[in-house]
């Protein structure tokens, strides 16, 4: 399958933003995008105007690269937020944030959903008691995530447990450190995703 395999850093500062793709290195002064806080590319200093269509596709591109999706793949998560009941915008995120991928990210068994994408497809977790091995699976309320036996000596798991603390476990999932383990509580909430993102402009876009 297609998959962006360039340099992290570079689509943070295009989206001129932070989009922890990096993991614990998005937190120091390594950051690229705290030290050249401009796009990349020998027009990057440049003065730019953009539309109103540049700022909406922007912000699809930035929230698309946040979760790691291909635009197909993306455009169909739209397509069915807005088939379901509710802000459209909304239930796009909220659909994203239920991805198993994306909830391993979010209990700190991963230091970025990359790195959470690539755990899950290799097998380390479980999903109430069965083998979960598709980022994409969706999670609803009273699912058990566990990480396998073999998977808790990994160095690379247990140090992203340790700095969980700094970015926070949200409120509809719960994490039991000793245990590896992880629920899903209930349904995420629209002030859980602190990341700025502003999802009417995607609507706005995609309903050109």
């Not at 073999?150 to 700095?163: C, H, T």
Request: glycine share 8%; net charge positive; aromatic share 8%.
């Amino acid at each position: 399958m297609a998959r962006y395999t360039g340099p992290s850093c570079r689509l943070c500062r295009r989206e001129n933003t932070e989009l922890y793709l990096k993991g614990d290195r998005c937190y120091t002064d390594k950051c690229a995008i705290k030290r050249r806080n401009y796009p990349p590319g020998q027009h990057g200093q440049g003065r730019t105007k953009i539309s109103a269509y540049g700022t909406q596709l922007r912000e699809k591109q930035k929230v698309r690269r946040i979760y790691g999706l291909l635009e197909k793949q993306f455009r169909g998560y739209f397509t069915e937020a807005d088939r379901m009941k509710g802000v459209t915008g909304e239930n796009l995120l909220f659909l994203l944030e239920k991805r198993l991928d994306n909830v391993v990210y979010r209990l700190g068994f991963a230091s970025s959903r990359t790195e959470a994408r690539q755990l899950v497809m290799h097998g380390h977790f479980t999903l109430n008691g069965r083998k979960a091995d598709i980022p994409s699976m969706q999670l609803k309320p009273g699912d058990i995530v566990l990480l396998k036996d073999k998977s808790r000596k990994i160095a690379a798991i247990n140090d992203s447990l340790e700095s969980v603390v700094r970015r926070g476990v949200p409120q509809w999932l719960e994490l039991d450190k000793d245990s590896f383990r992880g629920s899903v509580k209930g349904l995420p909430a629209r002030e859980d995703i602190t990341t700025p993102i502003q999802e009417q402009l995607i609507v706005e876009l995609y309903s050109k």
